[in-house]
C-alpha cells in the first residue's frame, strides 16, 4: 500500500486506521475503540504494557544484545 493510500485511508476510516495500526503493538488487552473524541482519549479501553513493546519484545526476538539506540 502507497503513502497516498494509507494516508486517504487514515482520513475515510480514521478508527479502522488506527486499531489496524495498534494491531502492530503487544496489548495485555487489545482496544475495542481508537478515539473517543468527547474525552478526547486513545485506546482507553486498551491496556498496554510499554517496557514490553519498547524493549522485552525485542530482546525476545534474539536482539537483546543489540544496542537500543
Do not use: K
Not at 502507497?2 to 487489545?30: C, K, N, T
Amino acid at each position: 500500500m502507497s503513502y497516498p493510500d494509507v494516508f486517504v485511508r487514515s482520513l475515510e476510516d480514521p478508527e479502522g486506521f488506527w486499531l489496524d495500526a495498534a494491531g502492530s503493538l503487544e496489548w495485555e488487552r487489545f482496544p475495542q475503540v481508537a478515539h473517543d473524541a468527547e474525552r478526547d482519549h486513545w485506546f482507553a479501553d486498551g491496556l498496554i504494557n510499554t517496557c514490553v513493546n519498547a524493549v522485552d519484545r525485542h530482546v525476545l526476538a534474539g536482539r537483546g544484545d543489540q544496542p537500543a539506540l
